[in-house]
Nanobody, 125 residues
Framework: QVQLVESGGGLVQAGGSLRLSCAAS????????LGWFRQTPGKEREFVAA????????YYADSVKGRFTISRDNAKNTVYLQMNSLKPEDTAVYYC??????????????????WGQGTQVTVSS
């Protein structure tokens, strides 16, 4: 199993940018497709973006398309989420997880495991 640790969250003004990182250890990182999710109190975990094992395929939630970019560096066992033009509604705890299905088009949290502990992103208006 892969262990994942997210970092890079923080407080940013609306319109600003942040880059989140998800560092992996354990089993071979490059075997897995990965995804980013986010969650706010009282709400279900929401899909944000996913990337294939090679990085060649990506998929985004409509709410972040054109603003967020997911990428990965298999040599560094790390996946990234570049977040630009941030909005207050992007405020959440962001999690990365391994994709059990292999395809980037699975967006249900139940299709993912090996969740990290999350990193808080707060966007002020």
């Amino acid at each position: 199993q892969v262990q994942l640790v997210e970092s890079g969250g923080g407080l940013v003004q609306a319109g600003g940018s942040l880059r989140l990182s998800c560092a992996a250890s354990g089993r071979t990182f490059s075997d897995y497709a990965l995804g980013w999710f986010r969650q706010t109190p009282g709400k279900e975990r929401e899909f944000v973006a996913a990337i294939s094992w090679s990085g060649g395929n990506t998929y985004y939630a409509d709410s972040v398309k054109g603003r967020f970019t997911i990428s990965r560096d298999n040599a560094k066992n790390t996946v990234y989420l570049q977040m630009n033009s941030l909005k207050p509604e992007d405020t959440a705890v962001y999690y990365c997880a391994t994709n059990l299905r292999g395809s980037v088009y699975y967006t249900d949290p139940h299709d993912f495991n090996s969740w990290g502990q999350g990193t808080q992103v707060t966007v002020s208006s």
